[in-house]
């Protein structure tokens, strides 16, 4: 008997009769109930938010220029991604489940947003009030809502604050202007103080030299009224000595008028006394630090009052008429000294005076002169300070002048634009290599798996897994392998193509490659109808429940929802050795448009899987041409 023979055999035996062919269709329809029923009702849920209760509650009060309190709610209230309800208190409604979660704007929150403008920043607060218990994604939803929501609010507070800043920016950039041309102005007066400063300090140099040349001076002029002062002073006494012997001689004419010749020979020998007197007396002026010129005077002077002695000692020898003259002549000479002598005390006390007036012009000078150089040492430093001035200033103008273009100043538009990329800088450019349309369509490929899986683990509640004829004829282990494993084959490609269709056009979840993804459910069914074949033919039935365990370890480590990868390290050989993840694999490749080459790998392992179990069922089918008391008899019936 040929394995077609047995498949055809138990096909007309699950179908002899109206009840058995119901169950044949029960079967065909039970991946279809499992997959389609439910990618039907998870097709694209996000499109039924707005059907989703959530509170709104708006307490901010804004400010003067801001209300992002009611931006914020019209804009959620506009945009209709959910059953917003705008209350005063939403605590209870969402403890009660009324609302999935409520989302509340502080009083303060519009204050907050711009409390940097008053240097006094904080954050503003939204709080989100979630309660699992009315729905654990439904709280994971509303935190991706409010994380969009605070996105939004940030990039507009942080642009329209890049936009004042820049704005700011404008302004600096016309007053750093203006700074930059009185920098010049007060570059070119630095200039020009800083010259005339040089000159002025250039003529107090030579103030300084006159100064000191008018202080040496000075002190020589002090040092010679010095001498003088000492010289003249005995000068009183002389000349008062001077008009006692003018006196005398006048007194001597008198009595020489009336001797004449008794005392013609005492008036030449006065003669010659007076001859004596005027060396002695130049001879005491000169010693007394009188110049020839003042000692000449003084001699001119006495010769002046010798020259009637003179006079009258000829006209004496001449004539005795003429001593009345010389005696009137010597009481004048002798008046005139009286005069001399009483006039020298001032004149020393002039002298004095003189040599006083001397010192305090020479301690005056000494001061001008150290004054003028404390004026050159501070026109010293002021030339310095000017110098520095001017330099400083030229950098200053030079500086303001360069950083006026490195200032911004952009024009409305482009300030807009920069403001807009400073407070959202970063933007998403979604680049999808594969992409699935829908949130069903991404689930599809995990449902299809499972759906394919229990299509295979239902069939063999009806179907034997060997022909009991076969064994007992002594058939060839393959071939009564094949033949078991025949019927349910067909019958699970019958599945296939009934999900496939419904899935596809009533569904309307479109694959990027359909033949390809109809002979991969192929594939799948094949294998898995001979993994659960060989099961069930080896093990009887504890073969069934290894199938259920083989499916719960699949649940968990195929990565149908989450990726694989996020699952406990110590499940990783579950991913990687049983058949539920490259079944997976190779749909999402499929459906979706991925590399080819890789559903080819997956294929490859899931044939691999097909021999396996086939080569599994085989042994199964020889060991069981040998009757035992238990299969005679089992300890478990399922």
């Known amino acids: 008997m040929s394995a077609l023979r047995m498949a055809f055999n138990e096909l007309r035996r699950i179908t002899s009769g109206k009840l058995p062919k119901l169950a044949v269709l029960a079967l065909a329809l039970v991946p279809l109930l499992y997959a389609s029923l439910y990618l039907y009702a998870n097709k694209d849920p996000y499109s039924n938010l707005d059907n989703v209760p959530a509170a709104l509650v708006v307490k901010d009060k804004g400010t003067e220029d801001v209300n992002a309190g009611k931006e914020v709610s019209d804009e959620l209230l506009n945009g209709r991604k959910f059953n917003w309800k705008v209350v005063d208190d939403a605590d209870e409604g969402v403890r009660k489940g009324e609302y999935v979660f409520a989302l509340t704007l502080p009083e303060d929150f519009s204050e907050a947003l711009t409390s940097a403008e008053q240097q006094k920043p904080r954050q503003g607060v939204l709080t989100l009030t979630t309660n699992d218990a009315n729905n654990y994604l439904g709280s994971t939803?509303?935190?991706?809502?409010?994380?969009?929501?605070?996105?939004?609010?940030?990039?507009?507070?942080?642009?329209?604050?890049?936009?004042?800043?820049?704005?700011?920016?404008?302004?600096?950039?016309?007053?750093?202007?203006?700074?930059?041309?009185?920098?010049?102005?007060?570059?070119?007066?630095?200039?020009?103080?800083?010259?005339?400063?040089?000159?002025?300090?250039?003529?107090?140099?030579?103030?300084?030299?006159?100064?000191?040349?008018?202080?040496?001076?000075?002190?020589?002029?002090?040092?010679?009224?010095?001498?003088?002062?000492?010289?003249?002073?005995?000068?009183?006494?002389?000349?008062?000595?001077?008009?006692?012997?003018?006196?005398?001689?006048?007194?001597?004419?008198?009595?020489?008028?009336?001797?004449?010749?008794?005392?013609?020979?005492?008036?030449?020998?006065?003669?010659?006394?007076?001859?004596?007197?005027?060396?002695?007396?130049?001879?005491?002026?000169?010693?007394?630090?009188?110049?020839?010129?003042?000692?000449?005077?003084?001699?001119?002077?006495?010769?002046?009052?010798?020259?009637?002695?003179?006079?009258?000692?000829?006209?004496?020898?001449?004539?005795?008429?003429?001593?009345?003259?010389?005696?009137?002549?010597?009481?004048?000479?002798?008046?005139?000294?009286?005069?001399?002598?009483?006039?020298?005390?001032?004149?020393?006390?002039?002298?004095?005076?003189?040599?006083?007036g001397a010192t305090?012009?020479?301690?005056?000078?000494?001061?001008?002169?150290?004054?003028?150089?404390?004026?050159?040492?501070?026109?010293?430093?002021?030339?310095d300070g000017a110098n520095q001035l001017a330099d400083g200033s030229a950098q200053l103008r030079d500086g303001l002048t360069g950083g006026v273009d490195k200032i911004p100043n952009a024009d409305d538009p482009t300030r807009a634009a920069i403001a807009q990329a400073i407070g959202d800088p970063v933007a998403v450019r979604g680049l999808s290599q594969t992409k699935a349309a829908t949130y069903g369509a991404g689930l599809a490929p995990f449902f299809l798996g499972l759906a394919?899986?229990?299509?295979?683990?239902?069939?063999?509640?009806?179907?034997?897994?060997?022909?009991?004829?076969?064994?007992?004829?002594?058939?060839?282990?393959?071939?009564?392998?094949?033949?078991?494993?025949?019927?349910?084959?067909?019958?699970?490609?019958?599945?296939?193509?009934?999900?496939?269709?419904?899935?596809?056009?009533v569904v309307d979840i479109e694959p990027s490659n359909p033949l390809g993804t109809f002979g991969f459910l192929v594939?799948?069914?094949?294998?898995?109808?001979?993994?659960?074949?060989?099961?069930?033919?080896?093990?009887?039935?504890?073969?069934?429940?290894?199938?259920?365990?083989?499916?719960?370890?699949?649940?968990?480590?195929?990565?149908?929802?989450?990726?694989?990868?996020?699952?406990?390290?110590?499940?990783?050989?579950?991913?990687?050795?049983l058949p539920m993840g490259y079944a997976v694999d190779g749909l999402r490749h499929l459906m979706y448009g991925g590399d080819l080459g890789i559903v080819g790998h997956d294929a490859v392992i899931l044939l691999a899987w097909l021999v396996g179990a086939l080569a599994l069922t085989s042994v199964a089918a020889y060991k069981q041409r040998v009757w035992t008391a238990s299969r005679l008899k089992p300890e478990l019936v399922l």
């Open 141 to 356: 939803i509303a935190n991706q809502v409010v994380s969009e929501v605070r996105r939004a609010v940030t990039a507009k507070v942080s642009t329209e604050a890049a936009d004042k800043l820049l704005l700011g920016f404008s302004t600096i950039r016309q007053e750093t202007t203006k700074a930059a041309d009185g920098a010049t102005k007060l570059a070119d007066g630095a200039a020009q103080l800083r010259n005339g400063v040089n000159d002025l300090d250039s003529g107090q140099r030579q103030l300084l030299d006159g100064a000191t040349q008018a202080a040496n001076g000075a002190v020589q002029l002090r040092d010679g009224t010095h001498q003088l002062r000492s010289q003249t002073s005995v000068l009183p006494d002389s000349t008062r000595q001077l008009a006692g012997g003018a006196r005398q001689v006048a007194n001597g004419n008198e009595t020489a008028a009336t001797q004449a010749e008794e005392y013609a020979k005492k008036a030449q020998a006065l003669v010659g006394v007076l001859d004596q007197a005027d060396g002695d007396i130049a001879t005491r002026l000169r010693a007394l630090g009188f110049t020839e010129d003042q000692v000449q005077r003084v001699l001119t002077t006495i010769g002046q009052v010798r020259k009637p002695v003179d006079d009258a000692n000829g006209k004496v020898q001449g004539a005795a008429g003429d001593l009345r003259k010389l005696s009137n002549g010597a009481d004048q000479v002798a008046d005139g000294a009286e005069l001399l002598a009483s006039k020298m005390p001032a004149l020393v006390d002039g002298v004095g005076k003189l040599d006083e």
């Open 360 to 383: 305090k012009l020479a301690d005056g000078t000494a001061q001008l002169r150290d004054g003028e150089q404390k004026a050159v040492d501070g026109t010293t430093k002021l030339k």
């Open 452 to 505: 394919t899986w229990i299509g295979a683990f239902v069939l063999f509640l009806l179907l034997r897994p060997l022909s009991r004829r076969a064994l007992a004829a002594g058939q060839s282990a393959l071939r009564v392998a094949l033949g078991g494993w025949l019927p349910g084959a067909l019958l699970g490609i019958v599945q296939v193509l009934v999900m496939f269709t419904v899935v596809r056009f």
């Open 523 to 577: 594939l799948m069914s094949l294998t898995f109808v001979a993994i659960l074949h060989a099961l069930n033919a080896a093990f009887g039935a504890v073969g069934k429940f290894l199938g259920l365990i083989l499916l719960i370890l699949q649940l968990v480590s195929a990565g149908g929802t989450f990726p694989w990868q996020t699952i406990p390290v110590p499940l990783y050989p579950l991913h990687y050795g």
